[in-house]
């Protein structure tokens, strides 16, 4: 089995930003909110837009099951306020949660989190409970940056986030690190204030006893790690000069990458750097870059191509495509052997 771990509803009907739109249009004029209720979407709307997109190039590209959560630009925790961030991630997940239901062979949910500045972690406990033990999610997408690109809040490593941490680990899933939107005009949203992300964790965590804490706790940094693989050599020396364990002892048992790089050598470095325990496959395809590269007449966030064109053993493929994503959603194999029964679309 091949299994993306990293997708997300870029192609929702269009009834979905309309609703969000009237929900910014109301936090000027309180008579305009709408109610959480107030989204309509058929499930024939859900098939047409997944059919031409996700479920086309799933076939298309020879793999089998996503795990899927809400398009993560708009999650944009930064608008509004906490009873907005709530009603926003509450529709946005139970749209997902109706994907999963009409094709269960496709995709596994994963959750955005109802997070807003300011506000506890821990306020987000409950719809991460709710999408786990209710609608069968088995992650959440963890926003280290909830202003948009301004970045006040604590290091994901400080204990502010802590009571969030116990539930994940009381559910037993992992976190994918993933910011959203950004308001700030220096940081492109996908093309730096993801990538900055992605690095910024990864040193976080390095600094910390975090994983003394919470020796189970897992997360997915995505994007191939932003510039982590490149600069391992650098973590590697930053570590040792603060009289830090090896990176292999001191975060590897609980931080894992994804393949969402879109070039080849992209690939072999990551390949080449990162132990191969440690990358799952991911696309995050009909996501941040979604045309054709000329030098090679196939689709940027084809990198399953990338990762095929290698001379992988099949016990790492093996791992790459599937153990690894079993080890880090524990709760996955028992979502897929449910599914089992169900026919293939």
């Given at each position: ?166 539930k994940l680990v009381e559910l037993d899933v992992p976190a994918m690190v993933h910011v959203s939107s950004s308001c700030n005009p220096n940081f492109h949203a996908t093309g730096a ?153």
């Amino acid at each position: 089995m091949i299994i993306d771990c990293h997708g997300h509803y870029t192609t929702a009907p269009k009834e979905l930003q309309a609703y969000r739109d009237s929900q910014i249009a109301g936090l000027k004029d309180p008579a305009h909110v709408p109610a959480p209720a107030a989204l309509a979407i058929s499930d024939d709307q859900i098939r047409e837009s997944l059919e031409n997109a996700q479920l086309k190039l799933q076939r298309a590209r020879g793999t089998d099951v996503t795990i899927f959560s809400p398009r993560a630009s708009a999650m944009a925790h930064h608008i509004g306020n906490e009873t907005t961030s709530r009603h926003w991630t509450q529709a946005c997940n139970d749209l997902i949660h109706r994907v999963c239901t009409l094709y269960p062979a496709n995709f596994v949910g994963v959750c955005q989190l109802p997070q807003s500045p300011g506000v506890a972690p821990s306020h987000s406990a409950g719809e991460l409970e709710r999408c786990v033990r209710e609608l069968g999610f088995v992650g959440c997408n963890l926003n280290p940056d909830p202003s948009g690109g301004l970045w006040n809040a604590p290091p994901l490593t400080d204990r502010h986030w802590y009571p969030f941490y116990e539930k994940l680990v009381e559910l037993d899933v992992p976190a994918m690190v993933h910011v959203s939107s950004s308001c700030n005009p220096n940081f492109h949203a996908t093309g730096a204030h993801y990538l900055n992300a992605d690095t910024t964790a990864f040193m976080q965590f390095l600094t910390s006893d975090l994983f003394k804490d919470f020796p189970t706790l897992k997360f997915i940094i995505p994007h191939g790690g932003g510039a982590v693989p490149f600069h391992w050599g650098r973590y590697r020396g930053l570590a040792q000069d603060m009289k830090r364990p090896p990176l292999e002892e001191l975060l590897l048992g609980n931080v894992f990458f994804d393949t969402c790089v879109y070039h080849q050598p992209g690939i072999e470095l990551l390949l080449k750097v990162v132990p191969i325990d440690n990358i799952l496959f991911g696309s995050e395809m009909v996501g941040a870059v979604r045309g054709i590269d000329p030098r090679t007449g196939q689709y940027y966030d084809d990198t399953k191509r990338y990762l095929d064109a290698l001379s992988l053993s099949e016990t790492d493929r093996s791992k790459v495509f599937e153990r690894n994503a079993l080890k880090v959603y524990p709760r996955l194999r028992a979502v897929l052997a449910a599914q089992a029964g169900g026919a293939r679309t």
